[in-house]
């Protein structure tokens, strides 16, 4: 299946979204499957984007129009690539830096290869700031850090907040202390439980 998603800067109407409907169309994706936003790239909170997140499921491709529509910046950007690659969805840029971005090709997935290893390097970074300012916690008589897994309170908490259009996956995924791989072996995009959440919260029941 193939969804598409379209952004433009400013909500006075001073901006069109037809150019990147239209790109999106002649490429195949259905109307009714562009999510649009009328926002600044600069803002976290973009609907539509949230709503597109969700919807996406494995085997899907994402399209854009071109690249700096999706990302708000560069790390945000990174971020959103390698989560479509480890939810195994494809995509796809028309045009602009990054034309010709296919992930359904030999050639397109090196893309995905090189997102990889940037959300890698950064996930490294972000681990040894925080050993180090766990080594110092410790060092003052504190301790720090947050649960690996996911217990039976956390997925209900899941259901819940993935059950609304306007949560993306990677605030409640944050929220849990949980990736957001984690979260989604667990629930679907809309909140509902995958085979694995079921396990969990029967397992809690018994």
């Not at 990889?116 to 060092?139: D, N």
Request: net charge positive.
């Amino acid at each position: 299946m193939l969804i598409g998603y379209a952004r433009v800067s400013k909500a006075d109407g001073s901006q069109s979204l037809d150019l990147q409907k239209d790109a999106l169309l002649k490429a195949g994706v259905s109307e009714d499957r562009i999510y649009k936003d009328r926002v600044s790239g600069k803002s976290a909170k973009r609907p539509g984007l949230t709503a597109c997140m969700k919807a996406l499921q494995p085997g899907n491709t994402l399209i854009v129009w071109k690249l700096d529509r999706l990302g708000r910046d560069l790390q945000h950007l990174i971020e959103t690539i390698d989560d479509l690659r480890q939810r195994q969805i494809n995509f796809k840029v028309l045009a602009g830096a990054g034309a010709e971005i296919d992930t359904t090709t030999a050639n397109g997935r090196v893309f995905f290869a090189v997102f990889a290893a940037l959300a890698e390097y950064e996930r490294e970074l972000i681990s040894e700031r925080t050993k180090a300012g766990l080594k110092a916690a410790r060092a003052r008589g504190r301790l720090g850090g947050r649960p690996r897994k996911i217990d039976a309170t956390a997925v209900q908490m899941a259901m819940q907040a993935m059950s609304d259009p306007s949560t993306s996956a990677r605030e409640v995924a944050n929220r849990l202390g949980v990736s957001t791989a984690t979260l989604y072996t667990y629930v679907n995009g809309d909140g509902s439980l995958k085979e694995a959440g079921e396990k969990l919260l029967e397992k809690a029941l018994k």
